[in-house]
């Protein structure tokens, strides 16, 4: 079983901004996902599979997260 998510939270995760900030670059054609470029906010990707591309570089997801506890 594959673990998809949708192309905003691919992008926000790979640190280009909020998945509002990456659903403007989606809208605007700067994104591609293994050549072709995307229109709908609603596709799915396979972190593990799928090649994003953002302004002509190749962007990775950043499945690990960082917990600061502070005191």
Do not use: H, Q, W
């Not at 659903?23 to 054609?29: A, D, M, Q, T």
């Not at 591609?32 to 596709?43: E, H």
């Amino acid at each position: 079983m594959t673990n998809k998510i949708r192309i905003n939270r691919y992008l926000a995760g790979a640190g280009l901004g909020s998945r509002r900030k990456c659903e403007r670059f989606i809208l605007n054609g700067s994104v591609k996902v293994n050549g072709n470029t995307v229109s709908r906010l609603s596709l799915k990707v396979d972190p593990e599979e799928d090649i994003v591309i953002f302004d002509g570089k190749e962007i990775k997801y950043n499945s690990e997260k960082t917990l600061l506890v502070l005191n």
